[in-house]
């Protein structure tokens, strides 16, 4: 079970809506100045990454980790469905300022861009080929560091095939927890394989702001799980009522829900484009990844 001396996680299924002490104060920056500069930079960066494939070079290098980095945790980042871009950038930069210890790695599950983007979302057989590739990275990494923790991070179309790899791993072979920044699965999706091969569970967060693409986007083009509604990005996961003797499995979902403070303290304004922001990765991801878990 999770150690909530070290984290003060909320009840079941709550729902955290304030940012917490550790977020900087208010800029004095008005906020649609600063909302435009964060996705100003996003464009100048995917821009020049673009450039950088159509050279034939590679957009983003896969560092290399030392025996002793992962022996100390591992931290998988899936992106979205646009592959590669300046949003792992992002994560990778918010979770190393937030002190996560051990290898932080990017698991590349999509085609790139320009062949990405919606087949990445529609091809599913494939997700689920790549959900088992990303299954046995995990179990080759336990087999060569078994106390070595694990955590997955999944934005928006990655959550497809994270979800997919936590289900076929065995029973005794849990990781330690998944995080969903603006997910694309469908709000109702069946947790419970999920959660009980996480110690910590799941931290979702979600924003009724990303309208477009997590709500009218997954109706008519569907979720990562292939039906067509809204999505756990944008209304949260649904806790079914009639659980019986899995109810408490629930108890290791946790939901951040979008205000506009998340906003002017970590520039997470409650669109899409920004749901990876750096601060709010520092300052609300880091510390839930960094939370042990209780032997």
Not at 123 to 143: F, P, S, Y
Request: proline share 7%; aromatic share 10%.
């Amino acid at each position: 079970m999770f150690n909530r001396n070290n984290w003060d996680a909320p009840p079941r299924g709550a729902v955290v809506k304030a940012a917490t002490a550790t977020a900087k104060m208010r800029s004095p920056v008005p906020p649609f100045v600063r909302r435009a500069a964060v996705m100003g930079h996003h464009h100048v960066r995917f821009t020049a990454m673009m450039v950088k494939r159509a050279m034939g070079q590679p957009i983003m290098d896969q560092p290399s980790h030392s025996e002793r980095e992962l022996a100390r945790g591992l931290t998988i980042i899936l992106p979205g469905i646009e592959a590669s871009g300046p949003y792992v950038q992002d994560m990778h930069d918010g979770l190393a300022a937030g002190n996560v210890q051990g290898s932080i790695q990017v698991f590349y599950w999509g085609r790139a861009f320009p062949e990405g983007y919606f087949p990445n979302l529609l091809d599913v057989r494939r997700n689920r080929t790549k959900g088992t590739e990303l299954a046995q990275t995990i179990l080759n990494h336990q087999n060569r560091f078994p106390k070595s923790p694990i955590h997955l991070i999944a934005n928006s179309g990655g959550v497809g095939p994270a979800l997919f790899a936590i289900e076929e791993l065995p029973m005794d072979r849990p990781i330690d927890g998944l995080v969903i920044l603006a997910g694309a699965a469908s709000n109702n999706y069946d947790l419970r394989g999920v959660l009980r091969r996480t110690r910590k569970g799941i931290l979702n967060t979600y924003s009724q702001r990303d309208f477009v693409i997590l709500n009218l986007g997954t109706r008519v083009f569907g979720t990562a799980d292939r039906k067509f509604c809204v999505s756990c990005g944008h209304s949260g996961f649904v806790i079914p009522q009639q659980l019986k003797e899995d109810a408490r499995l629930y108890n290791k979902l946790t939901q951040i829900k979008w205000n506009p403070e998340f906003g002017h303290r970590c520039d997470w304004w409650g669109n899409h484009g920004t749901s990876t922001s750096p601060k709010f990765m520092r300052f609300h991801i880091a510390p839930w990844i960094t939370a042990t878990c209780a032997s």
